[in-house]
């Protein structure tokens, strides 16, 4: 798990650097799984209206009612959906695109290796 910079880095940084990467995914993933955040985001009405989702089957229209209240698809986490009937109705054309999106991650993970 990443944790925040102890302290501002003063030195310049290039925009692919790894102080860089860490930083932004402490910021756009490990922030936002901490629960204050999303308390605060549940609490808050206009975080809560950018943040809630729409369910990913395309002929559901159920929203969340509450910040991260749908389960996530545990190959792609791209798309979300509010029940396991909708997750199964909806696998025949998500399938695709779910595994071509963890091949290309697998792929960025070897990369990253090198």
Same mark, same amino acid.
């Given at each position: 798990?990443?944790?925040?910079?102890?302290? !501002?880095?003063?030195?310049?940084?290039?925009?692919?650097? !790894?102080?860089?990467?860490?930083?932004?995914?402490?910021?756009?993933?490990?922030?936002?799984?901490?629960?204050?955040?999303?308390?605060?985001?549940?609490?808050?009405?206009?975080?809560?209206?950018?943040?809630?989702?729409?369910?990913?089957? !395309?002929?559901?229209?159920?929203?969340?009612?509450? @910040?991260?209240?749908?389960?996530?698809?545990?190959?792609?986490?791209? @798309?979300?959906?509010?029940?396991?009937?909708?997750?199964?109705?909806?696998?025949?054309?998500?399938?695709?695109?779910? *595994?071509?999106?963890?091949?290309?991650?697998?792929?960025? *993970?070897?990369?990253?290796?090198?």
């Amino acid at each position: 798990m990443y944790s925040p910079p102890a302290e !501002p880095n003063r030195l310049p940084r290039s925009m692919a650097s !790894p102080e860089e990467a860490q930083d932004y995914l402490w910021f756009s993933q490990d922030l936002w799984m901490e629960e204050s955040v999303w308390e605060w985001a549940d609490s808050n009405p206009d975080a809560k209206q950018a943040i809630l989702k729409n369910c990913s089957r !395309p002929d559901c229209r159920v929203r969340e009612g509450s @910040v991260a209240q749908f389960k996530r698809c545990a190959g792609c986490r791209l @798309v979300s959906y509010c029940n396991t009937s909708c997750q199964r109705g909806h696998w025949k054309d998500h399938k695709p695109v779910c *595994k071509e999106h963890q091949a290309r991650k697998a792929q960025t *993970k070897l990369f990253a290796r090198v």
